[in-house]
């Protein structure tokens, strides 16, 4: 079969590999969509230090059950399903306190393991999730990202009437904007250099959308949620949460980056600084959630997987922010 294989940072590609076949308690899916993300990027280029190599990368993906391994009741052949890429042990002491997130022998389907940009791959049947009726395929593989927005979401304690500066409209940011608002917010304003986002951002439900350069609406905002990962963001953002108030790191920043921050600011005005990583029980929620959402509108066009190269040397420069390979589909 078809799959893309990063063999080492920077050497990656389609190649042909032998097909993979279920184990016990596992099932073979066959991948109809797969999502890109920055997570992606940082594998091909050997900047995400619990990747092995070889491997086959593509952790937001779903498509249709054709394989059942020994000891599999559900999900039955023909399913339609999104994968749920997180593998906890549930042995450790955080996956006995329900953070599964945080264990300490976490892996990831397509982090640590082979994911979904193949043609086909083996999953644990426990972490298949039967699409509801009417869901696409591209709007299904954005399950994964969307449970991230809602473990972020519950991260951040949002309390009914809050007003939300999202900082960031790519597909985490919108994501989570719409979450938010979902969730009880008031008032959601995305901040975003880009004008298409920001139309985009209009588009599916901000109360408003303004460059970095610009004034916010208001002056400060209940939550801060940073979905960029860069550092000069993240200061300007603290400076934005009113006395009181909570900022979110949502986005992933580089491993050795720093911010300055003022402790007594901390102090004296009372904030909360919470961090939301990955997904912890919120898949579930996610499958449920989808349906309702606009997805479909940050979906840039689908292509095959001999797109992969060009994907992740022009990562984030679409006016639709999500990127998606579909293994079926030819360029």
Same mark, same amino acid.
């Given at each position: ?67 059942? $391994? /020994?000891?599999? =009741?559900?999900?039955?052949? !023909?399913?339609? %399903? @999104? *994968? ?5 042990? #549930? ?60 473990? $972020? /979401?519950?991260? =951040?304690?949002?309390?009914? !009437?809050?007003? %939300? @500066? *999202? ?5 985490? #940011? ?69 006395? !009181? ?10 491993? #050795? ?75």
């Amino acid at each position: 079969m078809r799959a893309i294989v990063v063999e080492q940072p920077g050497t990656y590609g389609v190649r042909e590999v032998e097909p993979p076949r279920p184990g016990t308690g596992e099932v073979t899916v066959e991948v109809r969509a797969c999502g890109l993300c920055g997570t992606d990027v940082h594998i091909a280029h050997g900047e995400f230090p619990p990747s092995p190599y070889p491997l086959i990368p593509g952790h937001e993906f779903a498509g249709v059950v054709v394989e059942l $391994g /020994a000891g599999v =009741a559900a999900p039955e052949l !023909g399913a339609r %399903v @999104a *994968v749920d890429p997180t593998l906890a042990c #549930g042995r450790c002491g955080a996956c006995r306190d329900r953070r599964g997130n945080l264990c300490e022998h976490w892996g990831a389907i397509g982090d640590t393991v082979a994911g979904g940009l193949a043609e086909r791959v083996a999953v644990p049947a426990a972490n298949c999730h039967v699409l509801p009726e009417g869901i696409g395929w591209g709007e299904a593989a954005l399950i994964e990202p969307l449970a991230c927005a809602l473990w $972020g /979401a519950h991260r =951040a304690h949002l309390r009914p !009437g809050d007003t %939300v @500066a *999202v900082l960031g409209g790519g597909t985490m #940011g919108l994501l989570l904007a719409q979450v938010l608002r979902r969730q009880g917010a008031s008032r959601v304003t995305v901040v975003e250099p880009r004008s298409d986002r920001r139309a985009l951002a209009m588009e599916i439900g901000a109360d408003a959308a303004v460059a970095p350069e610009d004034e916010p609406p208001i002056a400060s905002f209940d939550l801060v949620a940073d979905a960029t990962g860069r550092p000069d963001v993240i200061e300007r953002g603290l400076g934005l949460v009113r006395r !009181g108030g909570t900022f979110l790191q949502f986005g992933v920043a580089p491993q #050795g980056a720093r911010v300055p921050i003022s402790p007594y600011a901390v102090y004296f005005n009372d904030l909360t600084i919470v961090g939301s990583m990955a997904i912890n029980g919120t898949f579930s929620a996610a499958v449920r959630l989808a349906p309702t959402l606009s997805l479909a509108q940050l979906l840039a066009p689908a292509k095959g997987l001999e797109a992969y190269a060009q994907a992740i040397a022009g990562f984030g420069g679409g006016a639709k922010p999500k990127q998606q390979l579909w293994p079926g589909a030819t360029d």
